[in-house]
């Protein structure tokens, strides 16, 4: 058969080819969706069976081979009933995706908003040593933990963030969740972190705050209540002893910079530690 464009360029062939883009688009997606939660582990597993049914078709073992077969058949239950708080809340996001309208400068005006808010409350809490966690929704969805705090749906102001985290007040033990460029809830509990890579010296709140960046991509704000230090977590890093200038660089490319990777931006903040530190080895007690 000759290869001529009437013959490449054809309706099915067209068609077959959005098929492909249309699959590669969405497969694309929800990985980036399930990036840093639990689903991650899922899938692992997942492959780990799949390959364990190849082995067992290729040598024959017709036992292990039946017992993969049933738990692919009755997996598809078993994966809606075990997530399904994660498969509601990637509906949720799918459904707040904006398809037909476009608020990229009202978005970005709010973007900045946010962060002098935060800037103003953070800078009010480190001089003072008043501890504080914040958390900041990006693309996986807190529900979950939304769910276990206080609802106040309210317009994010340095002022309110302040007054949350005053010590003694029915608010300030937990963590502000912050949905939308909304306060959506106080005094919500998070995840506690079991990694052994956290300094002993941090208290309950680094650990909150590494716990949920383990399994959301949202970014975490601690202010330590002992040492006034800055801390911002996500996908599992630790950024200690943070500057103004480092978190405002840091919450800048990650809140209003939609072109700029996170990996670029996290490996930014880690060479302005590594060159204010210059090696110095005291700067370990700092970041208590």
Known sequence: MNLTPSNIFTLQNLANL?????VWYVLYKVLLMIRGTKAVQLLKGIVVIFLIKIISWVLNLHTVSFLMDQLI???VIIIVVIFQPEIRRGLEHLGRMPFFSSKSNEEGKSKNHLIESLDQAIQYMSKRRIGALITLEMNTGLEEYV???IDLDAEVTGALLINIFIPNTPLHDGA??????RVSVAAAYLPLSESN???????????????ISEVTDSITIVVSEETGGVMITRNGHMMLD??????LK???????DKSETENHSITDIFRIRRHK????????????
Request: net charge negative; proline share 2%; glycine share 10%.
């Open 277 to 288: 530190n210059g090696g110095n080895q005291n700067d370990k007690e700092d970041s208590k």
């Open 18 to 22: 959005a098929d492909i883009l249309v």
């Open 176 to 181: 502000v969740i912050i949905r939308n460029n």
């Open 242 to 247: 943070l500057s103004r200038d480092d978190y």
């Open 250 to 256: 840091y919450l800048n490319a990650q809140l209003t």
């Open 147 to 149: 769910e276990t705090g």
């Open 73 to 75: 058949n009755w997996g």
């Open 197 to 211: 890579t956290i300094p002993k010296e941090l208290g309950t709140r680094h650990r909150a705050a590494v716990g």
